[in-house]
Structure formats: C-alpha cells, structure tokens
C-alpha cells in the first residue's frame, strides 16, 4: 500500500452505491477495463487535491464514490485491507482518523493526546487490522514538539507511541514481520549531502535506516508480501529495495502507487497514467491508460475482494 506526501486537507456524507459515469469518474471506463483482477481504493480529488474522496472500482466496470466530503475539506490519505478503510479525514479542517463504514465515519477513539478525536495523519492499515500514523508537533491538548508514529492494534484499541523525533516524518506502510517504514524529513533539502532516507521500525521498537537514491522522497509503498519496499522521489522515479539490500529503479518517471495482493506486481503512475510493474518483467512497465483530467489521484489501495465496511 502507497504511504506518500501528498498529505492534502473533509465534512463525510453517507456512503454510496451509485456509481457514476463518463468524465464524472476518476478512471475512465477504457482504462478501467485494463485494470488487473481485484478492487482498488482510490483516493481522488475533485476540483483540487484538499477535495479528496474514495472510490471503490473493478475492471469490471463498476466505480463507486464512498464518501462525499464538500469542497476544501476533503479525505487527506486512506489504506484499505482485508481489516477495513482508515481514513485521515478533514472534515472539522484537521486531520482526524475515521473508520469508512457504510454509513460513514467512525471517529476513532483517543489517543494520549486526550482531543476528541485522534490528529493522525498518513495511516495504513494490515490486514491483522493493526493501525500505523504520525502525529507532528501540536500546540493543541497537551502540547508537544515532536514528529511521532503511532500503532494501535483495531479501530477501537487506543494507540501508543512506538518512534518519536524532532526531525519530521510522513508516509507509512506495513512490510513483511509487522515491520513500518516511514520517511524520514522528507520535506527537508539534504544534510551534509546525505541522500534522503527510510526508517524501518520493528515490532520491538528497534529501527534501522535504509539509504536512497533519492534527494526528497515523495512515497513509499510496501506490504508484508511485497517484492520489495517501493520508494517514490519528489522527482517521479521509483527505487525498489530488496531484501538483502539490491536495489533496482523502474524506467524514469514512474511512481509507485500499490502493490498487489500477492506483492508480484506495483501499480505505479505517471502524469496521469496508469502502469503496471511485473516481477516476471523487471525491465519494462505496462501502460494501462490514463486517469481523468478532472481529478488527481492521491493514492490507491489494491485488494483481491471488497474491505468491510
């Protein structure tokens, strides 16, 4: 699943089964129709990236708005698995994480921040149901002044800090074990001509960077089956690190966006086309087709059935 920067600002309506035709859809039915097997979250926005809503679609032609947050405050990033959706939802003007559930969003519960509802940003979700997000400084509640990352085991378990740093920090995925990776200031321009980092947090809180052919990096993409860990760059390339540490970069100017549910292929995006990397064909990308001019897609979560809502 995509963890990325593009953290945009959402009031959520009901959610919906209606789907929607021609241009009013974030994927066009003749690229629609290339997708792979599966269902595919995507978070899409419409008129701009703040007015961000999910969609659930199938190549089989089906594509269906899940939420309906009003203009400028919109869904800021999602993760979907087998557990269900999370959602960094603004439709107060911050960010709060909300459960997408048929009749809409299911605040969390708090956190230590002691606010109504917990301030997360960029969470993804396994499919065990255990929660990751980061949490940056904050002068609200009790006031801190550090970029942290946060677990919680369901979405009704409150969470716990399990990495804390001055430095900033965005973007998560779960990879193989329970480990999480996270960028590591990926807004920042390099230190002592240090190349932009990934931090790895295990289960036991242990972490270890990993370095990047990067400068600043715009998203990381993993899951627990993955082929490798996915790390997008602020310049649209993607590296693929591997375990061992062998690293290969996809043909310029694709970025990762999901991997499949049996980690051998990525979905990977640029501009607005869609494309498709194989492990079978490491080498090459396969364009699927473009995306609607309308809207841009933030990220997107690929599964093999429907999460619950």
Same mark, same amino acid.
């Given at each position: ?8 600002? @959402? ?6 089964? #209606? ?15 290339? !997708? ?9 926005? &419409? ?6 809503? #999910? ?7 089906? $594509? ?27 439709? *107060? @003007?911050?960010?709060?994480?909300? &459960? ?17 509802? =917990? ?5 993804? =979700? ?20 550090? *970029?942290? /990352? ?8 409150? @969470? ?30 390099? !230190? ?7 931090? =790895? ?37 993607? $590296?693929?690190?591997?375990? @061992?540490?062998?690293? %290969? ?14 980690? *051998? ?8 086309? !869609? ?5 079978? $064909?490491?080498? &090459? ?8 001019? %309308?809207?841009? /897609? ?7 059935? &429907?999460?619950?809502?």
């Amino acid at each position: 699943m995509l963890a990325s920067v593009l953290l945009a600002a @959402g009031l959520l309506g009901c959610s919906g089964s #209606v789907g929607h035709s021609g241009m009013e859809q974030p994927v066009p039915l003749g690229t629609l129709h290339r !997708l792979p097997a599966g269902v595919f979250y995507v978070l899409a926005g &419409r008129p701009n990236i703040y007015s961000a809503n #999910v969609w659930a679609i199938t190549s089989s032609g089906r $594509e269906v708005q899940l939420t309906h947050n009003r203009v400028g405050f919109g869904i800021s990033w999602m993760s979907a698995s087998s557990a269900g959706i999370i959602m960094a939802d603004a439709s *107060n @003007g911050v960010d709060e994480l909300a &459960r997408l559930t048929s009749r809409g969003a299911q605040w969390m519960p708090v956190g230590r921040t002691g606010q109504p509802q =917990i301030h997360g940003q960029a969470p993804a =979700i396994d499919d065990s149901g255990e929660i990751t997000y980061s949490v940056p400084p904050s002068n609200s509640g009790p006031a801190h002044n550090d *970029n942290s /990352v946060w677990v919680a085991s369901s979405f009704s378990s409150p @969470g716990r800090i399990i990495y804390k740093q001055a430095g900033d920090l965005a973007g998560e995925g779960f990879g193989p074990g329970g480990q999480i990776a996270i960028m590591d200031r990926p807004y920042d321009p390099p !230190l002592n001509d240090k190349r932009a980092q990934v931090l =790895i947090i295990a289960p036991d809180g242990r972490v270890r960077t990993v370095d990047t052919d990067f400068w600043q990096l715009a998203g990381v993409a993993w899951r627990p089956n993955a082929t490798a860990l996915a790390v997008s760059s602020v310049s649209r390339n993607t $590296e693929l690190i591997f375990n @061992g540490g062998r690293d %290969q970069l996809l043909p310029k100017g694709w970025q990762a966006m999901t991997w499949s549910p049996d980690g *051998n292929k990525l979905l990977v995006q640029k501009g607005r086309q !869609l494309g498709l990397w194989s492990a079978a $064909e490491p080498r &090459r990308v396969m364009t699927l087709g473009a995306t609607s001019r %309308q809207y841009t /897609v933030l990220n997107v979560a690929w599964l093999s059935r &429907r999460a619950p809502l």
